[in-house]
Every structure is written in structure tokens, then in C-alpha cells.
């Protein structure tokens, strides 16, 4: 059977409830916007705000991803192996928990964040963000992998998107090292119980960028299956 009439078989692409589920994990993912807003304003009544919406989004994400594992065909007629598919999954949702883990653990510690830090934390977790929403735009093209085959300019389309998320998560990268070097700088000056949990928070704002374009690895080994 054609792999572009499964969709018409199934009723609806066998890839629908992974995307949704990754619209769902970018949307943890962006809500740290706001958060780290209020943070950086030392507002934190709107704060605990933006960190409930982050644990609501991540729950509805958690809900998805069960689904998708309940749901996604077992049988001969999925085009690529449910393992690599249900990995894929798992992927994205780390994303989902990554963000509420940021949020929490900043909310927790009412984290106070030095001001030569302020202005790269917050371009930091934007460029996160942004590593996600690259994420989420490659999963977006699965239904037209399906349609072609997995062949063709969708596949070249894919990868240049693959490669644009494996350019963000590189600047996550460079930019958490210039960041853990301004800390390092005045971090003789600040409680040394607050530095070590700045550091844990840049680590886990760098693992978003990594889970993110781990999606994108994961998705590569989809396309070459």
C-alpha cells in the first residue's frame, strides 16, 4: 500500500497527536517568557501566576503524551517504527518538564538575579525558547513526510530545519558560557547557597535548548528509517 493513502486509512494522519502533543510542550516552553519577566522584576505575586499556567500546561502535556502512547497504531500499517515514534514523544516531553522544572525551581528560591546577569539570562531564555519553537516547526512537517513518502524536497526541507535548530542550540550553548562567566565573576559577592542555585538554573535553561534539539535528532532518525 502507498504510503501517502494511510492518512485516508487512519481517517487522520497517525502523526496528528504527536504534533499536538509538541504544540503543547512549546506552549510550557514559551510561558517561560512571562515568568522570567516577573522574575526579573521581582514581582512575584505575577510569578507564582506564570509558574501555575507553566504546571497547568505541563499536566495537559503529561495527559497527551499517555494518549499518544495508548493510541498510536501497533500494526503493520504505521509507515515507521512505533519505537522510534514513542521515543520521539518521550523527547518532546522533556521539554514540557524542563520548563516547569525552571519555573519551580526559581519560584522556590524566589530567586534574586543579579543585575550584570539580568538582560543575557533573559535573551538566554528566549533563545530556549526559540530552540523549541524550531522543534516544534519541524514536527509540524510530519504530515508532509507522510504524503511524500518520506522522499524528496520535504525530506530536504526537514533536514534545513534540523540544521537551523542545531544552529540555536549551539548559540544556547555559547551564550550559558559567557553567562556562567559573569556569574563566576561576582559570585564571591552573593550567598553561596543563591550561586549554586543560579547555577543549577542556567544548567536546566541550557537542557531546554538540548531536549529541544534532541527532538530534532530524534526526528532525523524517523526520516531515515
Not at 525558547?129 to 524528496?152: C, N, P, V, W, Y
Request: glycine share 4%; with cysteine.
Amino acid at each position: 500500500m502507498p504510503l501517502n493513502s494511510l492518512g485516508s486509512l487512519f481517517g487522520k494522519s497517525p502523526f496528528e497527536p504527536i504534533q499536538e502533543h509538541m504544540k503543547q510542550a512549546q506552549a510550557c516552553a514559551a510561558a517561560l517568557k512571562p515568568f522570567i519577566d516577573a522574575v526579573l522584576a521581582d514581582d512575584w505575586e505575577r510569578a507564582e501566576k506564570a509558574q501555575q499556567i507553566i504546571v497547568d500546561l505541563e499536566n495537559e502535556a503529561d495527559k497527551l503524551k499517555k494518549q499518544v502512547r495508548l493510541q498510536l497504531p501497533n500494526n503493520l500499517f504505521l509507515p515507521v517504527p512505533r519505537a522510534d515514534l514513542l521515543d520521539l514523544v518521550s523527547m518532546q516531553d522533556r521539554i514540557a518538564n524542563c520548563s516547569k522544572d525552571i519555573a519551580g525551581l526559581m519560584l522556590g528560591r524566589k530567586m534574586q538575579i543579579p543585575a550584570p546577569l539580568a538582560t543575557a539570562l533573559s535573551e538566554y531564555v528566549e533563545l530556549a525558547i526559540a530552540t523549541s519553537a524550531q522543534a516544534m516547526k519541524a514536527i509540524e512537517e510530519l504530515d508532509e513526510l507522510l504524503e511524500t513518502g518520506f522522499r524528496g524536497r520535504e525530506v530536504s526541507l526537514v533536514e534545513t530545519m534540523i540544521e537551523e535548530l542545531d544552529r540555536l542550540e549551539h548559540s544556547a550553548d555559547k551564550l550559558q558560557i559567557d553567562i556562567r562567566g559573569a556569574l563566576y565573576v561576582i559570585e564571591k559577592d552573593l550567598p553561596p547557597v543563591d550561586v549554586m542555585f543560579m547555577y543549577q538554573t542556567i544548567t536546566l535553561i541550557g537542557e531546554l535548548s538540548d531536549k529541544s534539539q534532541k527532538v530534532g535528532s530524534r526526528l532525523q532518525i524517523v526520516i531515515a528509517r
